[in-house]
């Protein structure tokens, strides 16, 4: 079983930063993030996979938004920059024991929000 916990959301102004963590027990061999607006569609962010340390990011935020996680430690950092006020949504962490595609992912966190003003 793997449980997750989300910290760190809040409000800021646009082109402000924001670091996300995703702290878990279990042991998940990969974890990923991933947001939902009001009335939107859910969003991919990236993931990662702690045995190769591979790290995969979604178009939408590639070169803004940096996950990292130190080898042995039980929390995963979303880092957040330049954020935009369509940045705004709920973000939730997810993760499993199979690396298969990141949607079908068993476990999530509650969620932490993130609003961005402009």
């Known amino acids: 079983q793997v449980q997750l916990v989300e910290s760190g959301g809040g409000s800021v102004q646009a082109g402000g930063s924001l670091r996300l963590s995703c702290t878990f027990s279990?042991?998940?061999?990969?974890l990923g993030w991933f947001r939902q607006a009001p009335g939107k569609d859910r969003e991919g962010i990236g993931r990662i996979i702690f045995g190769n340390g591979h790290l995969h990011y979604f178009d939408s935020v590639k070169g803004r938004f940096t996950i990292s996680h130190e080898k042995g430690e039980n929390t995963v950092f979303l880092q957040m920059n330049s954020l935009k006020p369509e940045d705004t949504a709920m973000y939730y962490c997810?993760?499993?024991?199979?690396?298969?595609?990141?949607?079908?992912?068993?476990?999530r966190g509650q969620g932490t929000q993130v609003t961005v003003s402009s």
């Open positions: 279990g042991e998940p061999n990969c």
């Open positions: 997810v993760a499993d024991t199979r690396c298969g595609r990141f949607v079908d992912y068993r476990y």
